[in-house]
Nanobody, 122 residues
Framework: QVQLVESGGGLVQAGGSLRLSCAAS????????MGWFRQAPGKEREFVAS????????YYADSVKGRFTISRDNAKNTVYLQMNSLKPEDTAVYYC???????????????WGQGTQVTVSS
């Protein structure tokens, strides 16, 4: 399976920005739909964003639409999540996922990274 490593998390004030990266190895991400999920303490994992294999189609959760942007650089085998106008409710561990399909939202058969912590203070 493809191996995924997230980076770029940290502590930021409300209204600030962070850029998360997901570096893949072992496989070429051009063959995978890629996604970002997050999980806050005491809550279930929730979908944040996904991108089709080429990046031509993207999907966002309503809670982040207009603030977050998913992008991919298949040549660098890397997927990004640009997060702007961050809110305290965005605080969570963010996970990268890869699914061997053209596009996915559920990522039921995905490979997952270990996650990176994002904390937004008010």
């Amino acid at each position: 399976q493809v191996q995924l490593v997230e980076s770029g998390g940290g502590l930021v004030q409300a209204g600030g920005s962070l850029r998360l990266s997901c570096a893949a190895s072992g496989r070429t991400v051009s063959n995978y739909a890629m996604g970002w999920f997050r999980q806050a303490p005491g809550k279930e994992r929730e979908f944040v964003a996904s991108s089709s294999t080429s990046g031509s189609r993207v999907y966002y959760a309503d809670s982040v639409k207009g603030r977050f942007t998913i992008s991919r650089d298949n040549a660098k085998n890397t997927v990004y999540l640009q997060m702007n106008s961050l809110k305290p409710e965005d605080t969570a561990v963010y996970y990268c996922a890869a699914d061997q399909s053209v596009i996915s939202i559920t990522f039921n058969h995905a490979s997952w990274g270990q996650g990176t912590q994002v904390t937004v203070s008010s």
